[in-house]
């Protein structure tokens, strides 16, 4: 099979693509994008979990890589970042004392060195891990390679969701 082409019939995506309606095409594009996404939060996961000598791995971190499919734009976003306070917070980890800290948002940007106010004690600065970067450099490639075939993927879904053949 060396030397062997693989040839991308376009005329039967365009052919499902204009008979799908306008609602069902953005369905289908943000569908697309969050099947890559995935891939994408998986492979920042798994660049954090590797990283254990910097931060301890917690399952309930899990929740701070949060994945964003744009609702108005095409496209989605990774992020360690938080949103919101209180019980629906996001992007928070709950430490043994209760409290709710961005660790992960200060583990990819790194902190400054802290001085305590009183004693003038020195509490040390987190030096940034950019797990975020190497999982860009990692999986974006591939995920664009890939996009696609799960757009094609999920249009044929679609039609066949919709009774369009």
């Known amino acids: 099979m ?3 082409e693989i040839v991308f019939d376009e005329s039967r995506f365009l052919q499902l693509w204009e008979q799908l309606s306008e609602e069902n095409r953005v369905k289908v594009m943000r569908q697309a994008y969050r099947r890559s996404g995935q891939k994408l939060r998986q492979e920042v996961i798994r660049q954090i979990k590797s990283d254990s000598t910097r931060l301890r791995w917690d399952p309930s971190m899990r929740s701070s890589v949060r994945l964003l499919v744009f609702r108005r734009k095409i496209g989605f976003r990774v992020t360690v970042g938080t949103k ?7 992007g928070y980890h709950t430490n043994r004392n209760g409290q709710q800290k961005p660790v992960l948002m200060w583990a990819e940007t790194g902190t400054v060195d802290r001085i305590r106010r009183k004693n003038k004690g020195r509490t040390g600065k987190l030096e940034p891990g950019r797990f975020m970067e190497r999982a860009r450099d990692i999986a974006v490639p591939a995920i664009q390679e890939e996009l696609k075939d799960i757009l ?6 679609s039609a066949a969701r919709n009774g369009i053949h």
């Open 84 to 90: 919101g306070r209180g019980k629906n917070a996001k």
């Open 152 to 157: 094609m993927t999920t249009i044929v879904k």
């Open 2 to 4: 060396a030397g062997a």
